[in-house]
């Protein structure tokens, strides 16, 4: 089955750092890579789409600067969370997909973030 | 307005009873698609079923069934002789087609006790 590699599965920095995660599909090529958040049993919460080689599409509410997205191929998506404080600690999810809607988003296995 | 509703936030069975997860949604689209997915404590989420709008047929896999009804807007998910093992975080999502996002629900935590 598909397959979405995420690392690294966990983090743990000081207040001002930035952090990257990265979200590979090995096995498909993901024409399209999502980034969710999600707190502490609280459902999953797009942040934002992105298509490669285009700039993401954020959802309302996701600060741009803040949540840095590069999709550089079509099995290579970066989020790199800009000088994280304490509020940004959360368990981030990407997903990718490729082709139309019939296909499933497959996800990879999480980060969770913690700033100190 | 897309909206997905999982009304139960927490279920508690004890090992081999079956156990039905509600799922409501809505949507305006004609065309979409239905998700649930199984999330256990280690975080990830596994993929468990997709069904489109066009196709109402009931589906069993295993011990796991869904029932797809649209005159009621509902994907309910039961797994039948429950175990231990499928104690999990259960989230249904909504994809349309044109936007290709998904639309999750709160999610159902599932205790099965042994």
């Known amino acids: 089955g598909a397959v979405v590699s995420q690392h690294p599965s966990r983090v743990i920095c000081k207040s001002g750092t930035s952090v990257k995660i990265e979200c590979r599909s090995l096995d498909f090529q993901a024409t399209t890579m999502f980034w969710y958040r999600q707190f502490p049993k609280q459902s999953l919460m797009l942040m934002a789409t992105s298509n490669e080689g285009s700039k993401a599409t954020y959802e309302q509410g996701v600060e741009k600067d803040k949540f840095l997205i590069n999709h550089a191929s079509l099995t290579l998506s970066t989020l790199t969370v800009t000088s994280a404080h304490p509020e940004d600690s959360s368990f981030y999810i990407c997903?990718?997909?490729w082709g139309s809607g019939t296909q499933p988003q497959h996800f990879g296995d999480g980060t969770r973030l913690s700033i100190l | 307005a897309q909206k997905v509703t999982q009304a139960q936030t927490e279920i508690s069975v004890v090992e081999k009873e079956d156990v039905t997860l509600d799922c409501v949604y809505e949507t305006r689209d004609t065309t979409y698609y239905l998700f649930w997915y199984k999330q256990p404590p280690s975080g990830e989420l596994v993929f468990l079923i997709r069904?489109?709008?066009?196709?109402?047929q009931n589906e069993i896999s295993g011990r796991y069934s869904w029932n797809f009804q649209k005159s009621t807007s509902s994907f309910n998910f039961t797994i039948t002789a429950s175990q231990v093992v499928d104690s999990a975080v259960y989230f249904c999502?909504?994809?349309?087609?044109?936007?290709?996002?998904?639309?999750f629900g709160s999610g159902t935590r599932l205790l099965v006790r042994p």
């Open positions: 069904r489109n709008s066009f196709d109402e």
């Open positions: 999502a909504l994809g349309m087609d044109s936007s290709y996002k998904l639309i």
């Open positions: 997903s990718a997909r």
